[in-house]
């Protein structure tokens, strides 16, 4: 049984930076495409980012609203996976969930991941 949580939500201001974090159980990382959702309240969760391992290396695919700004990485040491969110902005408020699947390959559909976390709540005041 694969379970993951998040963690490292919070209250910042507009151009602050965040890390969110992923701890996995059950499973280790490296085996496992991850990705990052949200949701703002009256809205749909979106795909925010993603990160799957490949015979040729990693690979990484964002949200264009989030490209440049936000930075998917893991530490298979931890069984972890990190969201870091650089100069954010109101429209980033939303609950921002970890999603896992095993097998190589990005996705960004939710229905391409079997494993989800519970969420964690970022606010960004301006």
């Known amino acids: 049984q694969v379970q993951l949580v998040e963690s490292g939500g919070g209250l910042v201001q507009a151009g602050d930076s965040l890390r969110l974090s992923c701890a996995a159980s059950?499973?280790?990382?490296?085996?496992?495409?991850m990705g990052w959702f949200r949701q703002a309240p009256g809205k749909e969760r979106e795909f925010v980012a993603t990160?799957?391992?490949?015979?040729?290396?990693?690979?990484?695919y964002y949200a264009d609203s989030v490209k440049g700004r936000f930075t998917i990485s893991r530490d298979n040491a931890k069984n972890t996976v990190y969201l870091q969110m650089n100069s954010l902005k109101p429209e980033d408020t939303a609950v921002y969930y970890c999603?896992?699947?095993?097998?190589?390959?990005?996705?960004?559909?939710?229905?391409?991941?079997?494993?989800w976390g519970q969420g964690t709540q970022v606010t960004v005041s301006s």
């Open positions: 990160m799957s391992w490949s015979w040729s290396g990693d690979n990484t």
């Open positions: 059950g499973r280790t990382v490296s085996t496992l495409a």
């Open positions: 999603a896992g699947v095993p097998g190589p390959g990005v996705r960004s559909k939710e229905r391409g991941y079997d494993y």
